[in-house]
């Protein structure tokens, strides 16, 4: 596939990122608020919301693999054409993989599958800042291009916070499921809210400093 046409796929998966970021915090806040509406109607919501949310999980592992490819193809990465290949490989598992994980979610091994994906994250995560930080004084890779590899980092430790947040709603989301709403439970859930979507700032914040260094290439 031509270069040219993996930058726009790159463009445009931005995009489709952004679009699905925007949907999912839309309705996560009418279901944080809509504490007179029946709960199954809610808990049918929540479970949109969570379908809704695998098109980010595929935004962020299509944009990583893409970039690698890209790197690859256009001579920032060591590697060329291999590496490019290996790179379009490992996406296409790691797809299958989020895939997986967000079918087998409610079942018995739910939990551990959830647990593995936050691993691969977490790998991630110790292998782009350290390595980009290093690529940066070291001169391994152009500036701005190891840059970009650290506030990726900064998406990925962003992302596990989200997750983290969306943990805590879920604890309290099946106290009301199970006991009823209240108004501290509703405060709580509202406070979830709040705190998770600081945290999708931030990373958006990371996400527009990427777009930036790959316009301008400060110092290429």
């Known amino acids: 596939?031509?270069?040219?046409?993996?930058?726009?796929?790159?463009?445009?998966?931005?995009?489709?990122?952004?679009?699905?970021?925007?949907?999912?915090?839309?309705?996560f806040r009418f279901v944080?608020?809509?504490?007179?509406?029946?709960?199954?109607?809610?808990?049918?919501?929540m479970e949109h919301v969570m379908d809704v949310d695998q098109h980010v999980r595929y935004a962020l592992?299509?944009?990583?693999?893409?970039?690698?490819?890209?790197?690859?193809?256009?001579?920032?990465?060591?590697?060329g054409p291999t590496l490019a290949w290996?790179?379009?490989f490992a996406t296409l598992l790691w797809l299958a993989f989020v895939?997986?994980?967000?079918?087998?979610?409610?079942?018995?091994?739910?939990?551990?599958?959830?647990?593995?994906d936050r691993l691969i994250r977490y790998l991630l995560?110790?292998?782009?800042?350290?390595?980009g930080l290093a690529a940066i004084f070291v001169g391994f890779a152009q500036g701005w291009l190891a840059w970009k590899l650290v506030l990726f980092g900064g998406v990925i430790a962003c992302g596990i916070g989200i997750r983290y947040y969306i943990i805590q709603f879920f604890a309290i989301w099946r106290q009301i499921?199970?006991?009823?709403?209240?108004?501290?439970?509703?405060?709580?859930i509202r406070r979830n809210y709040?705190?998770?979507?600081?945290?999708?700032?931030?990373?958006?914040?990371?996400?527009?400093?990427?777009?930036?260094?790959s316009i301008i290439k400060p110092g290429a």
């Open 86 to 88: 290996a790179a379009g």
């Open 32 to 45: 944080c608020r809509a504490a007179s509406m029946p709960f199954e109607e809610r808990k049918r919501l």
């Open 177 to 188: 499921e199970a006991q009823g709403s209240n108004s501290s439970r509703e405060r709580a």
């Open 99 to 116: 895939e997986i994980v967000h079918r087998l979610r409610h079942g018995g091994g739910g939990r551990q599958l959830a647990l593995l």
């Open 194 to 213: 709040t705190a998770g979507t600081s945290m999708l700032g931030l990373l958006w914040l990371c996400i527009a400093a990427i777009t930036i260094l």
């Open 61 to 79: 592992v299509l944009q990583a693999g893409l970039g690698t490819v890209l790197a690859a193809l256009l001579g920032y990465f060591p590697g």
């Open 1 to 27: 596939m031509p270069v040219d046409v993996l930058l726009v796929i790159h463009i445009a998966v931005l995009g489709y990122w952004l679009g699905a970021e925007f949907v999912i915090n839309s309705e």
């Open 125 to 131: 995560l110790a292998a782009l800042v350290p390595g």
